[in-house]
T-cell receptor
Framework: GAGVSQSPSNKVTEKGKDVELRCDPI?????LYWYRQRLGQGLEFLIY????????KSGLPSDRFSAERTGESVSTLTIQRTQQEDSAVYLC???????????????FGEGSRLTVL | GENVEQHPSTLSVQEGDSAVIKCTYS??????FPWYKQELGKGPQLIID?????GEKKDQRIAVTLNKTAKHFSLHITETQPEDSAVYFC?????????????FGKGTHLIIQP
């Protein structure tokens, strides 16, 4: 079956421009996560959705970052007025989820590589 | 919040030898500890996980051990093969993911020398 799909796979933009990254989770997965991975670094948690609500936005690094999710499907991560330090791979993951919030295994997409010049 | 330290950052072993990667965590409430493998250009993929009610779990050549008292857990790969070359991430969570996500270590680049 189809896995988590992210687009674009690569994005090069100029400093100050806005970018939008898209994630299509596995069908039926209620939980969706965004992580940021800087070169040679670990995965930095950004935001978590359970359905289309975001109970935890604490990982978003600044107010230039926002994310939304439509129902239990597509999510978009928007970065406004991009800065060079925003350059990273942005990974999306989904999980079956559950009422208790225990989600277990995360299924990751291949990421969107953002380069801000 | 949770803090996960992972060592070493790079590990080079001869094919056929064993590899051990170690992680420590700070939050004693954490009860779920997965390991993810990330191949070049791919997203991380779960290879094994352990919950706090067991001390060890094994799956073929891969095993994970957990010491809750010391707050550390380790990944053991035996009889390493070239396809084991990748970046490995440990992670910890109180809720199995959920509202606080997983806190990941910085990763270990495992290199299998032929």
């Amino acid at each position: 079956g189809a896995g988590v799909s992210q687009s674009p796979s690569n994005k090069v933009t100029e400093k100050g421009k806005d970018v939008e990254l898209r994630c299509d989770p596995i069908s039926g997965h209620t939980a969706l996560y965004w992580y940021r991975q800087r070169l040679g670094q670990g995965l930095e948690f950004l935001i978590y959705f359970q359905g289309n609500s975001a109970p935890d936005k604490s990982g978003l690094p600044s107010d230039r970052f926002s994310a939304e999710r439509t129902g239990e499907s597509v999510s978009t991560l928007t970065i406004q007025r991009t800065q060079q330090e925003d350059s990273a791979v942005y990974l999306c993951a989904s999980s079956p989820g559950g009422a208790s919030g225990r989600t277990g295994e995360l299924f990751f997409g291949e990421g969107s590589r953002l380069t801000v010049l | 919040g949770e803090n996960v330290e992972q060592h070493p950052s790079t590990l080079s072993v001869q094919e056929g030898d064993s590899a051990v990667i170690k992680c420590t965590y700070s939050d004693s409430a954490s009860n779920y500890f997965p390991w993810y493998k990330q191949e070049l250009g791919k997203g991380p993929q779960l290879i094994i996980d352990i919950r706090s009610n067991v001390g060890e779990k094994k799956d073929q050549r891969i095993a994970v051990t957990l010491n809750k008292t010391a707050k550390h857990f380790s990944l053991h790969i035996t009889e390493t093969q070239p396809e084991d070359s990748a970046v490995y991430f440990c992670a910890a969570s109180e809720s199995g993911g959920g509202a606080d996500g997983l806190t990941f270590g910085k990763g270990t680049h495992l290199i299998i020398q032929p």
